[in-house]
């Protein structure tokens, strides 16, 4: 089992940063990648991004390309999500996840996923 808890969530103005992180911890002794995803409320999940096992490659939607930037320390199996220019609409819950396939971003995909954190952008 793999245990995920994200942190670095909270509220901030339009324009502004936050960076959040995605610990994780049990048995991670095998080559996954750390996803992160956002779910609005009353919405479904949205890839957001992705960093491989590797930590060279990375992958995101249109709509956080040049905002936010994902990368992993592998030396305390961490993964940070810096999301900067914040706007109204990426208020959400940020939730990380892992996975051992690269490229199927689907939530349902994922191998382990944390509980999430709070982040709102106020206008």
């Known amino acids: 089992q793999v245990r995920l808890v994200e942190s670095g969530g909270g509220l901030v103005q339009a324009g502004g940063s936050l960076r959040l992180s995605c610990a994780a911890s049990?048995?991670?002794?095998?080559?996954?990648?750390m996803v992160w995803f956002r779910q609005p409320t009353g919405k479904e999940h949205e890839f957001v991004a992705a960093?491989?096992?590797?930590?060279?490659?990375?992958y995101g939607p249109d709509s956080v390309t040049g905002r936010f930037t994902v990368s992993r320390d592998d030396a305390d199996n961490t993964s940070y999500l810096q999301m900067d220019r914040l706007k109204p609409e990426d208020t959400a819950i940020y939730y990380c996840?892992?996975?051992?396939?690269?490229?199927?971003?689907?939530?349902?995909?994922?191998?382990?996923w944390g509980d999430g954190t709070p982040v709102t952008v106020s206008s």
């Open positions: 960093v491989s096992w590797t930590g060279t490659n990375t």
């Open positions: 049990g048995r991670t002794n095998w080559k996954f990648h």
């Open positions: 996840a892992i996975t051992a396939r690269w490229g199927d971003w689907r939530w349902s995909a994922m191998n382990y």
